[in-house]
């Protein structure tokens, strides 16, 4: 067995859909392999983090302290009534801070959950038989096999002139919800491009994101959501999806 065989095996390994006698090979092989292991350790940390509990973000313990230290304190020989107003007003800012707070630590975790989501979904692409349900380089072909498969037809472009070549697209699934998988490929290494229909979302410029080895270019377009998900670097990733939006453009 070798290394790349070992990759795709890893994720039936840790699903526990691997039969007996590829188990016993895989972790023959690990156990000599030390790039294998890490990688497998790897996938075990991104599968931990996938659970509920390894979502769960902890706000720091001297959030309340910074800002109660920022309210202003009553007069020394305040009458009760105004002590009192003063405790109520320092309550609301208190709650609209906290609230704010709240919902910029909510909207990070969700943000650090779907990244896990893509990364986990370009994963389990790479087992065998599972990367593409429409097979082809033509961009023609490729969009109109998600016609009455998703609400929004997702944009495809060819790229085969600037080094990344279309493979072809599938179906897959992102926080619970359909989406559509573009697949490239840059040398040996596969690009997924994740969209999801966002309506009414603004358009927002693009940001990277690693995780467990992937990089994750990840932008807002036109009323989509779309990740690019390889193991490429970033600078190339990046280059991708530069690429992919100029080529809409045209």
Sequence with gaps: MNCDEASILMHALIDGELDAG??????THIAT???CAARLREFHELRKMMTPAGLRFAAPA???????GKLPAPPAAASRRS???GFAAGATLSALAASGVLVMVMRTDDQKRII???VS???RSLQAQHLTDVVSTDQH???PWFNGRLDVAPPVAELTAQGFTLLGGRLDYVDAKPVAAIVYRR???IINLFCAPAPGSANSKATMESLHGFNVRRWSENGLNLWAVSDINTDELMEFGEKFEAALKQ
């Design 33 to 35: 392999c030390a790039t």
């Design 22 to 27: 590829h188990a016993r090979e895989l972790e």
């Design 83 to 85: 002590i009192i107003k």
């Design 121 to 123: 979904a370009h994963l």
């Design 116 to 118: 896990g989501e893509v």
């Design 187 to 189: 040398r040996v290494h």
């Design 62 to 68: 001297d959030l309340r302290a910074s800002i109660e």
């Design 141 to 143: 072909t490729v969009k």
